[in-house]
């Protein structure tokens, strides 16, 4: 009967998504699994990025950090996977499939999240990443030459052109899904780093990504706001979902609870389905 269950009802898989570094990809997927965890779901993490290994290193600073501060902080059940060192393409590529397919089942076996960090650049690893997504969560930051990934503009009207390079490699991985079971990948486009002044290019940048969402598919969500305190985490491994937590001695600024609120617009906007796994996992 626990088998059954677990067939019927998977593990939900968020990747994380996008070719250009620096669009708080990691800190991105940090948050959304915090939330989870403290949400009291199981949570596997799976960083494919094995050169840089940005969330790698975050959970390990959070190990370590909890660790020496005697806290007992909730951590994701997380794998690194890097790329094959086999010098046959077809041989490298069907290693880094096995030894993916081979994560994910196990992380599935026990865990009712699978969030996914992609390396910021394009690779055979990347691409089999994005094609095992449920939900596909694009960062960028608020400007043009993060939103060129996504389409083409025209400099003189600012009217879509088409799309580029990253929004066609997500069209194909659409397709990989559709084809190895049917299932569909719902893309998240948010936009990191915004400043909270008006300014002309911030409107800009909003009405394009509009546009192009209608042409190609994909829901606009609330991103993190350019705020120091997302980056100043990072060495200890917190999360602003930690900073209440018996033994974490921070104090509470307004810009600390606004950030908070930002996460939480974010997940909710994902629309994942948090209280389905919650409710399997308890009847498990």
């Not at 959970?59 to 660790?67: C, F």
């Amino acid at each position: 009967m626990t088998v059954g269950l677990r067939e019927r009802v998977p593990a939900h898989v968020v990747v994380l998504g996008n070719e250009k570094g620096g669009s708080g990809k990691t800190t991105t997927a940090m948050h959304v699994i915090a939330l989870l965890l403290h949400e009291g779901l199981r949570v596997g993490s799976i960083d494919l990025d094995g050169r840089q290994r940005s969330l790698t290193r975050y959970v390990e600073n959070r190990k370590a950090w909890a660790d020496a501060a005697g806290v007992n902080l909730v951590m994701p059940d997380h794998i690194v996977i890097s790329r094959s060192a086999l010098g046959n393409v077809s041989e490298a590529n069907a290693a880094e499939e096995a030894e993916l397919d081979a994560a994910m089942a196990r992380l599935a076996a026990v865990n009712d999240f699978i969030v996914i960090d992609c390396p910021g650049s394009d690779s055979y690893l990347s691409r089999l990443g994005h094609a095992r997504a449920d939900t596909l969560l694009t960062p960028m930051n608020d400007s043009f030459v993060d939103f060129d990934l996504l389409g083409r503009v025209d400099p003189q009207t600012y009217r879509i052109k088409g799309p580029s390079v990253y929004s066609e490699m997500v069209w194909e991985s659409r397709k990989r899904r559709a084809v190895r079971d049917g299932g569909e990948i719902d893309w998240v486009v948010i936009r990191n780093r915004l400043s909270h002044l008006d300014a002309k290019n911030k409107r800009r940048v909003e009405a394009v990504l509009g546009a192009l969402a209608d042409r190609i598919g994909f829901r606009s969500g609330p991103g993190f706001g350019e705020r120091v305190i997302f980056r100043e985490m990072f060495p200890s491994g917190l999360t602003l979902l930690d900073l209440r937590e018996e033994g974490v001695d921070t104090q509470m600024s307004m810009s600390h609870v606004a950030a908070r609120a930002e996460v939480r617009a974010l997940v909710d906007a994902l629309q994942l389905p948090i209280e389905e796994r919650r409710q399997a996992a308890q009847i498990l």
